[in-house]
């Protein structure tokens, strides 16, 4: 478990749970947690890593599903994927709307079919995991990643998982914030297209 | 020598000295200070000779020979400020660089302990 600098009780938490932590000292934003999770499996030798939000969205049964994917050998990142399948929850319409934009527009840059591109739900094997470990977009990583193992050559696939809704706290993005967003990894995306694949 | 002359000399002898001890004292890095040098000098030239101002004005087809002054001016503090954005956006990936690599560091230490412990 990454603690991005929390300031509650979660590190105690996480920690009499008995999982191995990680605790930044300062507020690093989500990529770059997620990028400390990566540099900590790389250190350790591990053969891949599988990512979950925080926030109870991502049901952990499901983690067998993407391994099990990614050690059939099709995929080197698999993302759990909310609208492959019917059920469970699927966010809000202008939410929707926003990760349909989203898919069209990575599809359109890099020629990749996704679903659901905000996905944080994936498995990376351990030749992707080095590679985000020495770099890795920051902010509203999801994406522009995405985009950017594809152009690398790497096979992603995405898996059908039933999400729940968040179990605690709200999302980093507001209503204002979601054409923030929108804007910031647009922008995140053409320019992951311009830069040379071999970064 | 006109009292705006003198005025303007003044001004910018007094900045460039504060400059130049700054980084005498370490407290402005030499990659840093390059730029205001190098406006330095020039604001120090234009104060000098006023005919060149008026010169250069007349040839790039400015009427008013001090808005050439803004002009430069502006771009100048342009660049400083886009300068500072790259100098922030390499500084906060060093910074977040490090912050990653307390954090880790950190972890091993309290699993060596509670395996000694």
Redo the contacts between chains.
């Keep these: 478990m990454?603690d991005d600098g929390s300031s509650d009780a979660t590190a105690l938490e996480a920690k009499e749970a008995g999982a191995?932590?990680?605790?930044?000292?300062?507020n690093?934003g989500v990529g770059?947690a997620e990028?400390?999770g990566y540099?900590?499996a790389l250190?350790r030798g591990y053969e891949a890593v599988v990512r979950l939000d925080a926030d109870g969205q991502h049901p952990p049964a499901a983690v067998s599903t993407l391994l099990a994917e990614l050690e059939s050998g099709r995929a080197d990142v698999v993302v759990g994927s909310r609208f492959l399948e019917a059920g469970g929850f699927r966010s809000s319409l202008p939410r929707r709307l926003g990760i349909k934009y989203l898919c069209w527009i990575i599809e359109l840059l890099c020629g990749l079919k996704v679903t659901d591109p905000t996905s944080g739900m994936r498995a990376v094997n351990r030749r992707v995991l080095s590679l985000l470990a020495r770099a890795q977009p920051e902010d509203y990583p999801e994406p522009e990643s995405l985009l950017w193992l594809h152009r690398k050559g790497f096979r992603i696939r995405e898996v059908a998982v039933r999400m729940a809704e968040r179990a605690g706290g709200s999302s980093s993005i507001g209503s204002l914030g979601s054409l923030y967003y929108l804007v910031k990894v647009t922008l995140a995306l053409v320019m992951a297209t311009l830069r040379r694949a071999g970064r | 020598m006109a009292a705006i002359q003198l005025l303007a000399l003044l001004g910018t002898l007094s900045l460039l000295l504060f400059v130049v001890e700054a980084i005498r004292r370490g407290r402005l890095k030499e990659r840093y200070a390059l730029l205001w040098l190098g406006a330095f000098a020039v604001l120090l030239l234009l104060s000098l000779a006023r005919p060149w101002v008026d010169w250069l004005a007349l040839v790039l087809g400015i009427r008013y020979g001090t808005s050439l002054i803004f002009l430069m001016a502006f771009f100048f503090l342009l660049l400083i400020v886009l300068h500072y954005s790259l100098v922030i956006s390499e500084q906060s990936e060093v910074t977040?660089r490090l912050?990653?690599r307390?954090?880790?560091l950190?972890?091993e230490i309290?699993e060596l302990r509670c395996g000694r412990g």
């Design positions: 990454v191995l932590l990680v605790r930044h000292p300062v690093l770059a990028q400390t540099l900590f250190e | 977040k912050a990653q307390l954090a880790l950190e972890a309290e």
